[in-house]
């Protein structure tokens, strides 16, 4: 199973509609909303206990809960803004887990930021490259919050206690 439609892709290409790598970018950012929508709606019903649009049993029936909506919200990736509606539920417990509740990055940004925090970046140049790169501005505050959260953990994994013995293996093998 593909998501592109291969024989729609190449009509467009011959008929010049399709000319950029902003089309591309758009085409993926289409694939990318309709996935996590996919996803959001699977997790609802798993978390409801039957599908949507489905006979609803005695059980069903007797479980208020039920589906309510939808929470429209922006995301913001590497690949710029993807707009996206996440379903909710009636009593408000459900809790999405692959687009998490408040979240408004999405997965890899934050990734991002550390990665190049530790390569030496301050966060002034941190907030630029991200602007220069995926047109969404962090500000210098959240930024250093991130860094914040990170540099905790290191410092708990360097104060910990060390081992009194480690064992080493030293393994090599030559290929011929």
Do not use: C
Request: aromatic share 6%; glycine share 4%; no cysteine.
């Amino acid at each position: 199973m593909s998501l592109i439609n291969h024989t729609e892709l190449k009509r467009q290409i011959q008929t010049g509609e399709f000319t950029s790598l902003n089309h591309i970018t758009d085409d993926f950012k289409n694939i990318l909303r309709e996935v996590i929508q996919t996803a959001s709606e699977e997790e609802l019903s798993s978390h409801l206990g039957y599908q949507k649009h489905s006979i609803r049993t005695q059980d069903d029936i007797d479980n208020p809960n039920y589906r309510n909506g939808h929470n429209k919200k922006t995301l913001k990736s590497k690949y710029g803004n993807v707009d996206v509606a996440i379903p909710r539920d009636r009593q408000g417990d459900f809790e999405p887990q692959l687009v998490k509740k408040r979240d408004v990055i999405l997965e890899g940004s934050e990734d991002l930021i550390l990665s190049l925090y530790a390569k030496g970046m301050t966060v002034r140049d941190i907030q630029n490259h991200l602007d220069d790169l995926y047109g969404y501005q962090r500000s210098t505050q959240t930024i250093s919050n991130m860094t914040e959260k990170i540099m905790l953990k290191v410092s708990e994994w360097q104060d910990r206690p060390l081992e009194a013995i480690y064992p080493i293996i030293f393994m090599d093998a030559t290929a011929v």
